[in-house]
């Protein structure tokens, strides 16, 4: 019996280093750093990839929105900004794992946002709504 669970314990540890070598490097940046950045020469592309009506509630202020699951349709309107960096965010992570992966494998520079939108909401730092952009 300790010889199958030698066998599958080395197989499942295979297993995740050939998974772990095809996971696109995606560092974290935390919302002071963000902040910090977003006074720069040059700040970061910053990406909320919640849904629409997510981002209509609040969102961190310059950030684009677009959702998720239209990252890989909607690259082309990244184009332009591939020599920036590119900070992705959700409302708790889930999403900006899937969308930071596909932007990273699509040759941007990736960084997701410590705590996403409800660390930055938690710290007091401060939101941007649709209608305070007229």
Partial sequence: MSRWLSILTLALSLSACAADSDVPDVSDITAEQLL???EA???PIILDVRTAEEYQQGYVPGAINI???QI???LAELGEV???DVVVYCKSGGRASIAGAELSEAGFRVLHLQGDMTGWAAAGHPQQKPDADN
């Fill in 82 to 84: 591939r020599d920036r």
């Fill in 67 to 69: 959702p998720h699951d």
């Fill in 72 to 74: 890989g349709s909607r």
């Fill in 41 to 43: 020469a040059n700040p």
């Fill in 36 to 38: 910090a950045r977003m």
